[in-house]
């Protein structure tokens, strides 16, 4: 999944280089362990911010500032590197949310191979009705819903990233799914 910037398409581009991470006192293994969470978690952390901000670089900013802390922190004693670095991510990314925008999904491919015109457009709009259904959800339906279906995360990861528990977690999954299957449902019935 790409976005707008070229973060998605390269990690690499939110290297920390070794004069902004490091100080006199940082050993080479923990700039080398830097180094490897960057390369290992870049994508996950920009989608997670890119999800909650929808803006590529605001998204960036969060995951250099989620190293940043890491990296200042240690992680040597954390026991799921992933959860808590997406978990700063996620906070870090609400913190720098002003307003409500619209929730952006990545573009999905038609089913046919060559379809008119006519199939784009009906496409488009369906695409841009799924996103404005998603956007009014309520937060705690939404966060969760897009962190699982589009993120791909996990209800532990999940609860950890928005303090819940896991049950909680996939019932709101469920209520969220429910929800826009209810809207959706609504869309495709005929007017009278």
């Not at 700039?31 to 978690?41: G, I, P, T, Y």
């Not at 799924?130 to 999940?158: C, F, H, K, W």
């Given at each position: 999944?790409?976005?707008d910037?070229t973060?998605?398409?390269?990690?690499?581009?939110?290297?920390?280089?070794?004069?902004?991470?490091g100080?006199?006192?940082d050993?080479?293994?923990q700039?080398?362990?830097?180094?490897?969470?960057?390369?290992r978690?870049?994508?996950?952390?920009?989608?997670?911010?890119?999800g909650?901000l929808?803006?590529?670089?605001?998204?960036?900013?969060?995951?250099?500032?989620t190293?940043?802390?890491?990296?200042?922190?240690?992680v040597?004693?954390?026991?799921?590197t992933?959860?808590?670095?997406?978990t700063?991510?996620?906070?870090?990314?609400l913190?720098?949310?002003?307003?409500p925008?619209?929730?952006?999904?990545?573009e999905?491919d038609?089913p046919?191979?060559n379809?008119?015109?006519?199939?784009?457009?009906i496409?488009?709009?369906?695409?841009?009705?799924?996103r404005?259904?998603?956007?009014?959800?309520?937060?705690?339906?939404?966060?969760?819903?897009?962190?699982?279906?589009?993120?791909?995360?996990?209800?532990?990861?999940?609860g950890?990233?928005?303090?819940i528990?896991?049950?909680?977690?996939?019932g709101?999954?469920?209520r969220a799914?429910?929800m826009?299957?209810?809207?959706m449902a609504?869309?495709?019935?005929?007017?009278?």
């Amino acid at each position: 999944m790409t976005h707008d910037g070229t973060m998605a398409a390269n990690p690499a581009n939110l290297a920390v280089s070794r004069e902004d991470a490091g100080t006199v006192t940082d050993s080479s293994d923990q700039l080398a362990n830097l180094e490897v969470n960057v390369r290992r978690h870049a994508r996950l952390l920009f989608k997670v911010a890119y999800g909650v901000l929808r803006n590529s670089h605001d998204a960036e900013d969060v995951v250099q500032e989620t190293f940043l802390r890491a990296h200042r922190a240690g992680v040597s004693e954390v026991r799921d590197t992933q959860s808590w670095l997406a978990t700063i991510a996620f906070r870090l990314a609400l913190d720098r949310k002003r307003k409500p925008e619209e929730l952006g999904l990545a573009e999905f491919d038609p089913p046919a191979k060559n379809p008119d015109a006519e199939h784009l457009a009906i496409h488009r709009q369906q695409v841009v009705r799924l996103r404005m259904l998603i956007a009014s959800l309520p937060d705690d339906l939404r966060l969760p819903l897009v962190l699982s279906a589009i993120e791909e995360l996990n209800s532990r990861q999940i609860g950890e990233m928005l303090g819940i528990n896991e049950s909680s977690v996939r019932g709101r999954i469920m209520r969220a799914r429910q929800m826009l299957k209810d809207k959706m449902a609504a869309y495709a019935e005929p007017k009278r």
